[in-house]
């Protein structure tokens, strides 16, 4: 073997890195266990109740309140995940195809707002919606009103902010897929005789559908966390499952805040576990952020 | 770069017309509620009208007059800045151990790893705000970075991995033929070659930490709190147009913070410096 190695010195370590380098996890494995996993659990078990008789859970599960405030969560997230679909899908594939400066160009129109915070965006929709505001102040221009209308604190200003800020969690993986389709596909398509509706049809979409999958994913499972935006935009009527959750909470219910924050878990886990595969968190928050 | 021919469609030119319309409106959608706050924020009135009727710096002077504005900045700043160091630590080691290392239970331990992700913020926020009040250190801002850490270390785990994945290992193996240690292959072979993924972990983490919400409202104390927690006071309760200067600043350090974050992932995808 080697001429070189001193047979009295300590083993020159042998591959490149540690010997180990999966013990380099365990780092961030106690952190993350401290800091994250126990507090989680700690909170799980609250919904057991003092009693050990799960009668937070039970309550949780039972209330008419609690069921209708998830399906209103439900129904904004299919409703947004949707309208991000159909959004996005021609911004990502029209970036994909265009010329390189443009497609630069657009990329940085998706990314800076991607940049900004939640609540800045929320608050610029406050502005743009309110009586005062822009939207308001247009539709008087154009004649279509005549007085300003309620647009903030209602369901459309939620969806129409949850919809400004999700749409480049759709963009961007759509656009990772598409920009990866080999070119040549769609030339001999084209040579074959093909029209633009069947390539799009029976090259490019189905190429993208991991990054579609990817994109709905992504944007569903944020839908049901979001808190900030429904506080800010919503009315009394478009209560989220966060915002129960944290009412619950500044009520000192602890134990069924618990409960909701369980239920909304395993919802959220259930789906990402089904889905699961179709999940590539790297292309999704790679992309960008 | 990928050795794949670029993505043209030469058929269907008045399609293409079409859908770049549609692209273009949808971009104004996206891009206009951003830029518009920051005409406004110059509003001379007390109202935030757009176009402003006079311009004004008074919502800006406000804001820097205003102790409670610039304690939560810097709060905030501080919180973020020890976010990123500790998330950038741990999350580098990690993501080398996920990569170069095979260990029983490793892909449960990576969902783990990056479940912070798409775990809902209220979950954490409850979870470290029932642990702390346990503890008895809530509102410490160290308790806020901790919490914010975990919410930021995936991030860095994302990005390290992926210009992990890119590096070509022969560099180290020569490198260590030569003689080198491991420390001295990882300090002057692995880590300049990683250092564009590892910088924009960084960067991710320390914008996720400073513009964090949820968590940082329950666990922060009355008087004591950051930046965007002092924001949702503000708009819930006042209305305060200080927030569109606030607001304009916030976008200005994102566009900052978008050039950084493209020239290092230019970098990353050219192979390293």
Avoid at chain 1, 47 to 63: E, H, I
Avoid at chain 2, 21 to 28: I, M, T
Avoid at chain 2, 93 to 106: K, L, S, T
């Amino acid at each position: 073997m080697s001429a070189r190695a001193d047979p009295r010195g300590p083993a020159r370590r042998a591959g490149p890195g540690w010997r180990r380098p999966g013990l380099l996890v365990l780092p961030l494995l106690a952190f993350l266990s401290v800091f994250y996993l126990v507090p989680v659990v700690l909170m799980l078990a609250r919904a057991s109740g003092p009693g050990l008789d799960f009668a937070p859970l039970a309550a949780a599960l039972a209330s008419g309140v609690a069921a209708q405030v998830f399906g209103i969560t439900l129904k904004v997230a299919v409703v947004t995940t949707l309208a991000t679909l159909l959004l996005g899908y021609p911004l990502a594939l029209f970036t994909a195809i265009a010329p390189p400066r443009v497609s630069r160009l657009l990329l940085a129109a998706v990314m800076i707002p991607f940049w900004s915070s939640i609540l800045v965006r929320s608050y610029a929709w406050m502005v743009l919606l309110g009586r005062q505001g822009l939207v308001n102040d247009a539709l008087i221009g154009l004649g279509m009103i005549d007085t300003p209308m309620r647009l903030l604190n209602t369901s459309l200003a939620v969806y129409v902010g949850m919809i400004h800020i999700l749409l480049p969690f759709m963009v961007l993986p759509i656009y990772a897929t598409l920009s990866a389709i080999d070119g040549r596909l769609v030339w001999a398509a084209e040579n074959l005789g093909a029209r633009a509706p069947s390539v799009l049809r029976h090259v490019i979409v189905p190429l993208s559908l991991p990054g579609v999958c990817a994109g709905v994913l992504v944007v569903f499972i944020l839908c049901l966390g979001f808190y900030v935006t429904p506080a800010l935009l919503g009315g009394p009527g478009d209560m989220m499952a966060s915002m129960l959750i944290a009412q619950e909470v500044d009520l000192y219910n602890w134990d069924l805040a618990s409960a909701y924050a369980g239920v909304l878990l395993v919802v959220t886990l259930l789906i990402v576990a089904a889905f699961g595969r179709l999940l590539n968190l790297e292309r999704v928050m790679g992309a960008g952020r | 770069m990928s050795a794949n021919a670029p993505l043209v469609m030469s058929s269907g030119r008045a399609g293409r017309a079409l859908l770049g319309l549609a692209a273009l409106l949808v971009v104004a959608f996206l891009v206009f509620p951003v830029v518009v706050i920051v005409p406004i924020s110059f509003s001379g009135s007390a109202f935030l009208t757009f176009p402003p009727e006079s311009l004004s710096l008074q919502w800006y002077a406000k804001f820097f007059a205003r102790a409670d504005w610039l304690e939560a900045t810097w709060l905030s700043l501080w919180v973020a800045g020890l976010v990123t160091l500790m998330a950038t630590v741990l999350g580098t080691a990690a993501a080398f151990g996920v990569v170069r290392g095979r260990f029983p239970g490793q892909r449960l331990v990576v969902a783990f790893l990056l479940s912070p992700l798409i775990v809902p913020g209220i979950i954490v926020a409850i979870a470290v705000y029932f642990f702390y009040a346990r503890l008895g250190i809530v509102g410490s801002p160290v308790a806020i970075a901790l919490a914010h850490t975990a919410l930021a270390v995936p991030f860095v785990v994302v990005n390290v991995s992926a210009v992990l994945h890119g590096v070509d290992r022969r560099l180290e193996q020569a490198a260590q033929n030569l003689g080198a240690s491991a420390w001295t292959t990882f300090r002057l072979i692995t880590f300049p070659l990683i250092r564009p993924g590892v910088l924009a972990g960084g960067l991710f983490a320390f914008i996720a930490s400073f513009d964090e919400l949820i968590v940082a409202l329950f666990i922060t104390a009355p008087g004591h709190v950051t930046l965007p927690a002092r924001m949702w006071q503000s708009m819930r309760n006042e209305i305060d147009p200080t927030i569109a200067a606030v607001s304009s600043l916030e976008i200005l350090l994102s566009v900052a913070l978008f050039f950084v974050a493209a020239r290092l992932q230019a970098r990353a995808a050219g192979g390293g410096a």
